[in-house]
């Protein structure tokens, strides 16, 4: 089984490496303006943009499984509790998704919004 790494750009784009030899196995325009983070489960490469679009990909092919499209500025980070559930926070809120089906779970509210810290 191939290795995979994942990194983003500036451009939108998300590039898949194979860690042993170096070689990409794909590229990909991901979103409209700057890959602002990634994380990975065993089985997918999950990616957010300056666009508030959240798209999960097939980890060994690069393939898009879906997107979704967030709340202005509330998926700024992500995080993943396991293989099943991603955690994105941003302006005061949380909100905690599963992965498989790209459906929310529950959305948790920090304070009001004027007043409330992004959440990392």
Not at 16 to 42: E, I, K
Not at 112 to 119: C, F, H, I, L, W
Request: glycine residues 14%; aromatic residues 6%; proline residues 1%.
């Amino acid at each position: 089984q191939t290795m995979v790494l994942a990194s983003g750009g500036q451009d939108g784009a998300i590039c898949l490496w194979d860690v042993l030899t170096g070689s990409r196995v794909s590229h990909t325009y991901a979103h409209r303006g700057d890959v602002t983070s990634l994380t990975c489960t065993s089985s997918c490469v999950i990616s957010s943009g300056l666009d508030d679009l959240i798209s999960i990909w097939d980890r060994a092919s690069g393939i898009k499984l879906y997107s979704i499209q967030q709340e202005l500025g509330c998926g700024a980070s992500l995080g993943v509790i396991s293989d099943n559930v991603l955690v994105t926070g941003g302006q005061g809120c949380v909100s905690f998704w599963d992965i498989g089906y790209g459906d929310l779970l529950q959305t948790v509210y920090l304070g009001k919004s004027n007043e409330a810290q992004p959440a990392r």
